[in-house]
């Protein structure tokens, strides 16, 4: 009676029921997977959230793309980080999640392909295949700082292939998309007649200042139909709020026909809320020091990370990838143990608790992730436990 597309493999993951357990015996943990923004002991949400009480939300007018002065905040955003945009172009929803399913419908047809980069962010087959859209991957190499295999890629297109998909930063890599990959990418999706979607909701995180070899951001890209995707879950640390944007650029009539058709689609379902979209030019406004404590925090970890690998000594066998921002950061551990067996044992006999690199499909065994956005402390303690015990193990 059901569909096959929504027919998953709900079984819960061994990993998360074993954290499950050791909660519930009330072991103490400290969980270097939290992302959760509110949780983490950075931002106090209260004034942002009573935004949402002003009266003018009490009248709803509804505007399909979005209201003016939110898609013109999102515009003033998008030029903040280097992009140019026009507010007309700008396409609001109640999440960059939602907006995937949009962009999804707007440009594939069912059984059609979109290309996403691996290693990256593990939602995409649950945005996708409820779309009825399938997924070929394209290879970052990792011995080469994540860049783009363009070979790869290239040979990765077929005739159904519809979109190429790329987060920048990535997420769990923290690698921006360089400005010479930017050109090569764009160039692939002219000539293949690809949409390229770039999500960038972590693209302020950047670690110090960025390389000028790296794109700051897609948003403005003229050579293909580009979409280039934001959301407040990240950028003002708001997941609670509800609210993504993509701001649209490329060929002047294909951006026309898609605004035209976006339209349709955010008019069938009007999910952004109107205080939300009221509140946004405040909202992106008074972002800036939450931003400075959170990258902060990320500049913190990261230190803590290596001075945990420092005090192991030169023989240390943990090592962190480099990476130019975003909130997570990769370990490379000895694969005396495969990825699982690590996180079991850091949880089991450290109660720390770590994602394994094939969450998020590197190219191989021997990769931990975790959160930079953790509490400092917490995080301090549970790197140097971590480096420890897998050294110890190692030997
Ligand atoms: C790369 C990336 N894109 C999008 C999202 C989801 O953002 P939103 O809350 O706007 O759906 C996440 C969430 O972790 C993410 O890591």
Same mark, same amino acid.
Request: hydrophobic share 45%; charged share 25%.
């Given at each position: 009676?059901?569909? /096959? /597309?929504?027919?998953?493999?709900?079984?819960?993951?061994?990993? #998360?029921?074993?954290?499950?357990?050791?909660?519930?015996?009330?072991?103490?943990l400290?969980d270097l997977t939290e992302t959760n923004p509110t949780r983490v002991d950075l931002v106090d949400a209260?004034?942002?959230?009573?935004?949402?009480?002003?009266?003018?939300?009490?009248?709803?007018?509804?505007?399909?793309?979005?209201?003016?002065?939110?898609?013109?905040?999102?515009?003033?955003? @998008?030029?903040?980080?280097?992009?140019?945009?026009?507010?007309?172009?700008?396409?609001?929803?109640?999440?960059? =999640?939602?907006? $995937?399913?949009?962009?999804?419908?707007?440009?594939?047809?069912?059984?059609?392909? %979109?290309?996403?980069?691996?290693?990256? $962010?593990?939602?995409?087959?649950?945005?996708? +295949?409820?779309?009825?859209?399938?997924?070929?991957?394209?290879?970052? %190499?990792?011995?080469? +700082?994540? /860049?783009?295999?363009?070979?790869?890629?290239?040979?990765?297109?077929?005739?159904?292939?519809?979109?190429?998909?790329? @987060?920048?930063?990535?997420?769990?890599?923290?690698?921006? %998309?360089?400005?010479?990959?930017?050109?090569?990418?764009?160039?692939?999706?002219? /000539?293949?007649?690809?949409?390229?979607?770039?999500?960038?909701?972590?693209?302020? &995180? @950047?670690?110090?200042?960025?390389?000028?070899?790296?794109?700051?951001? &897609?948003?403005?890209?003229?050579?293909?139909? #580009?979409?280039?995707?934001?959301?407040?879950s990240?950028?003002?640390l708001l997941p609670q709020?509800?609210?993504?944007?993509?701001?649209? =650029?490329?060929?002047?009539?294909?951006?026309?026909?898609?605004?035209?058709?976006?339209?349709?689609?955010?008019? #069938? $379902?009007?999910?952004?809320?109107?205080? %939300?979209?009221?509140? *946004? !030019?405040?909202? *992106?406004?008074?972002?800036? !020091?939450?931003?400075?404590?959170?990258?902060?925090r990320?500049?913190?970890?990261?230190?803590?990370?290596?001075?945990?690998?420092?005090?192991?000594?030169? =023989?240390?066998?943990?090592?962190?990838? !480099?990476?130019?921002?975003?909130w997570?950061?990769?370990?490379?551990?000895?694969?005396?143990?495969?990825?699982?067996?690590?996180?079991?044992?850091?949880?089991?006999?450290?109660?720390?608790?770590?994602? !394994?690199?094939? &969450?998020?499909? *590197?190219?191989?065994?021997?990769?931990?992730?975790?959160s930079?956005i953790v509490a400092?402390?917490a995080f301090?303690?549970?790197?140097?436990?971590?480096?420890?015990?897998?050294?110890?193990?190692?030997?």
């Open positions: 009676m059901l569909s /096959r /597309r929504t027919a998953w493999d709900r079984t819960e993951n061994a990993l #998360t029921a074993r954290v499950a357990a050791a909660r519930a015996r009330g072991q103490r400290i209260r004034p942002q959230v009573a935004l949402l009480g002003h009266p003018r939300g009490a009248i709803y007018e509804p505007a399909s793309l979005g209201h003016a002065s939110a898609r013109e905040a999102v515009a003033r955003y @998008v030029a903040s980080r280097g992009g140019a945009i026009d507010p007309a172009h700008v396409v609001l929803a109640a999440s960059t =999640s939602e907006l $995937y399913a949009w962009l999804f419908q707007l440009l594939c047809d069912a059984g059609d392909r %979109v290309l996403v980069p691996r290693p990256s $962010y593990p939602l995409f087959q649950w945005l996708a +295949g409820p779309e009825g859209v399938e997924l070929d991957g394209y290879p970052l %190499v990792r011995e080469a +700082g994540f /860049r783009v295999d363009l070979d790869a890629l290239e040979r990765a297109v077929r005739p159904t292939t519809r979109a190429l998909l790329l @987060v920048s930063p990535n997420n769990p890599t923290g690698t921006f %998309v360089r400005r010479d990959e930017a050109e090569a990418l764009v160039a692939l999706a002219a /000539r293949h007649d690809l949409a390229i979607v770039a999500d960038e909701v972590f693209g302020d &995180f @950047v670690h110090g200042a960025l390389p000028a070899d790296r794109l700051p951001t &897609f948003a403005g890209t003229e050579g293909a139909l #580009t979409f280039a995707l934001g959301g407040l990240k950028v003002c709020l509800k609210l993504g944007w993509g701001a649209v =650029s490329g060929p002047r009539a294909l951006v026309d026909e898609a605004l035209a058709r976006l339209e349709v689609l955010a008019d #069938t $379902y009007l999910s952004v809320s109107t205080p %939300v979209q009221l509140a *946004l !030019p405040e909202l *992106l406004d008074a972002r800036g !020091p939450t931003l400075e404590r959170t990258r902060a990320l500049a913190a970890n990261l230190a803590a990370i290596d001075r945990a690998i420092e005090a192991g000594g030169p =023989s240390c066998t943990v090592r962190r990838l !480099p990476t130019d921002g975003g997570t950061a990769i370990l490379e551990v000895p694969r005396v143990l495969d990825e699982d067996g690590w996180a079991r044992l850091l949880l089991d006999e450290q109660g720390v608790v770590v994602q !394994p690199g094939w &969450f998020y499909d *590197l190219d191989r065994d021997g990769f931990l992730v975790v930079l400092e402390a301090a303690e549970g790197i140097e436990r971590l480096v420890a015990a897998v050294d110890h193990a190692s030997r």
